[in-house]
């Protein structure tokens, strides 16, 4: 099944790449509300979709980074490849940076029996490193689309709980389109008011 998934993805991607343009103006076309109002809606998923891309690259060089200072001070070796690996491995959702730190604990725990190390890292993943991937996201999703930080952070937390992995991507992109139809519905309702009968 993983694989079938791979090569209907990889088919997908092809043909959204080659006929991107066409593919949207059709779906335009038959759109069930006004084609200013799905152009509207085709730029707030654009913009949201870069919005999540950038946050995510952010949020994992910003990790990558404290981490590479942590590593440096705990006199670790290979700090660059410990640092690498903990901002790619940081944009994984629920376990993210963890996957690397936690067995250098262990090691400096257990091998090198430096406790104080050990210790100091933890504490410092765990409070620097874990929350500034709770406080970019937001504050990049906020800059680049109108959600609010904390509406941001609350949309990532429960598409994580709903979804899964695939839920820091869409929460975002549910609420902020929920939001575009909202604010779209009301203006209607105004135009609707001013009308006169």
Known sequence: AP???LQVWRFSLYYFLADGRKL???ALDVALIDRRHSQ???LEFSNL???IVWSMLLAAVAQGLLAGIAYY???LKSVFLLTLLTG???MLPFVGSAVVWVPVVVWLLAVEQRVG???GLAIYMTVVVGMADNLIKPLVLNERSNLHPLVALLSILGGVQALGPIGVVVGPMVLALLHT???MLRTELTNLERRPV
């Open 24 to 26: 949207t103006d059709s």
């Open 88 to 90: 790619v491995l940081s």
């Open 40 to 42: 509207r809606l085709l």
């Open 73 to 75: 001070f705990a006199g």
């Open 117 to 119: 190390a050990g210790v």
């Open 49 to 51: 979709t870069r919005a």
């Open 3 to 5: 694989l079938r998934n």
């Open 181 to 183: 139809l909202l604010v």
